[in-house]
């Protein structure tokens, strides 16, 4: 299928999700993508503090002051984002930044969502949608499924519903199949979250967790990614969030200008990013491994720390030579399940570990947290430490590599981009000593994989 009938996913300098393509083939969305890179503009801290928060309050006061006019709190914000057009989106923050800088200051931005008082709510989130003019299409398509009714419907959770408006479904092109109705019930279980999410918490979230539960992504349930960049506020990196906390009875909805399509397995992502991920789909490819961990059926849930062509070039052009040599592919075999972690997924603000409930911890907390996460590499261990302070993540491996780009979620887990290949360690005076940047040759590096390329295998 070709690419301009995929959702359009962002550059990797600020992150991505890429929609699956099973559903792309009977949901056929046009592309629409930003031709500007998000590192064009970085401004400083405080400028993002102030450009966020005065933002949301100018959104915020104004939808209250359309709502007070109208009867329908829905159909009011709509109407106020249709005639400011793209004016809040592009207020809201309009790029990306470097937070690794900032989270070295342990300076937390305090950035939270500012709402003043509303009017209590007399509706159900569902019956916002049901009544409202703009949501038509999504209402009509929910009203299939009496459970899905049912359940916005409830007093069981807060729900918070990302609702694409029916200029959304105008996307799809007429010729489009029609999508099964199982399918269709998964596309609409991803823009329902069982937990209370006002844009305050939004915009603080990096992952949200969805109604829709999925078999590969371990225990848990498949999430959503939230962003900050050239195009305001967005869900899943393409689409843009239009109307803020439209508050029901029991959650809240926000309105999106694109609809929201759950993502491929962690291995197609990579091979539909051959700008990124050529060097690495090149190597999983040479030792065999892209197709078993493509293989759901021997995992739940994973996290591939990736590295980047770019992190690939920073290697000594000999130790690349050796590595994609016939010779030295089993060491390379040996490197690259160093940097895959299976039946665990860490995203940056969530963990979901395959074994048992107990032991899942879905949730990171603010401040650091370490985690030793177990490779395919035989008795080998990665090292992750997260730095969490508000919205501002930072990630590190091994106390040295960096992940430049966090939470490309994967059907069957997520993908974290690393700044660099990821070395293992090697054993003096029976002590691990990592690797963290130094020169490093061919003897060097085969010393590290020696023990490990009898056993190779996932």
Not at 146 to 164: Q, S
Not at 247 to 275: C, M, Q, R, W
């Amino acid at each position: 299928m070709k690419l301009t009938y995929i959702l359009p996913f962002a550059a990797l300098s600020t992150a991505f999700v890429l929609p699956d393509q099973q559903l792309i083939r009977q949901i056929a969305i046009e592309s629409h993508r930003s031709a500007e890179s998000a590192l064009d503009k970085l401004p400083s801290k405080d400028q993002v503090a102030d450009r966020i928060e005065n933002s949301f309050d100018k959104i915020d006061n104004s939808v209250k002051k359309a709502v007070k006019c109208s009867k329908h709190a829905f159909d009011a914000a709509i109407d106020y984002a249709a005639e400011t057009g793209n004016d809040i989106s592009k207020k809201v923050q309009q790029t990306g930044f470097d937070a690794g800088s900032w989270l070295d200051s342990h300076t937390d931005l305090g950035i939270q969502g500012h709402h003043g008082h509303h009017d209590k709510p007399n509706q159900t989130v569902y019956e916002l949608i049901a009544s409202s003019k703009y949501t038509t299409k999504l209402a009509a398509a929910i009203n299939e499924y009496p459970d899905l009714v049912t359940l916005l419907n409830g007093t069981l959770a807060n729900y918070t519903v990302f609702a694409p408006v029916d200029s959304a479904f105008d996307k799809i092109p007429e010729d489009a199949p029609k999508p099964s109705k199982e399918l269709l019930k998964k596309v609409l279980l991803y823009h329902v979250s069982p937990e209370f999410y006002p844009a305050g918490k939004v915009l603080v979230t990096h992952t949200v967790p969805t109604a829709l539960t999925v078999d590969t992504v371990g225990i848990g349930p498949q999430r959503l990614s939230t962003n900050i960049g050239l195009k305001g506020l967005t869900v899943n990196f393409y689409s843009r969030i239009i109307a803020i906390d439209i508050f029901g009875t029991n959650g809240v909805i926000h309105g999106l200008d694109s609809l929201l399509i759950p993502p491929p397995k962690a291995a197609e992502i990579i091979s539909l990013l051959p700008a990124e991920f050529s060097t690495l789909e090149l190597g999983l490819t040479k030792t065999g491994l892209l197709g078993p961990i493509n293989d759901t059926s021997n995992h739940y849930g994973g996290t591939v720390f990736a590295p980047s062509n770019f992190a690939f070039q920073k290697l000594p052009t000999k130790i690349t030579a050796f590595l994609f040599s016939s010779y030295g592919q089993k060491y390379l075999k040996a490197l690259l399940q160093y940097h895959v972690v299976a039946n665990q997924t860490l995203y940056s603000d969530a963990y979901y570990a395959a074994s048992s409930v107990d032991d899942m911890n879905e949730d990171i907390p603010k401040g650091i947290f370490h985690i030793d996460l177990p490779t395919l590499l035989k008795d080998k261990s990665l090292a992750v430490d997260v730095a969490r302070y508000g919205r501002l993540i930072e990630i590190k491996v091994n106390a040295f590599a960096r992940v430049t780009v966090q939470d490309g979620i994967a059907a069957d887990g997520v993908i974290q981009v690393v700044s660099d290949v990821l070395i293992p360690p090697k054993r003096i005076d029976r002590m691990q000593q990592q690797w963290q940047g130094e020169e490093l040759t061919v003897e060097d590096l085969k010393e590290r994989l020696e023990p490990f390329i009898e056993n190779v295998e996932l």
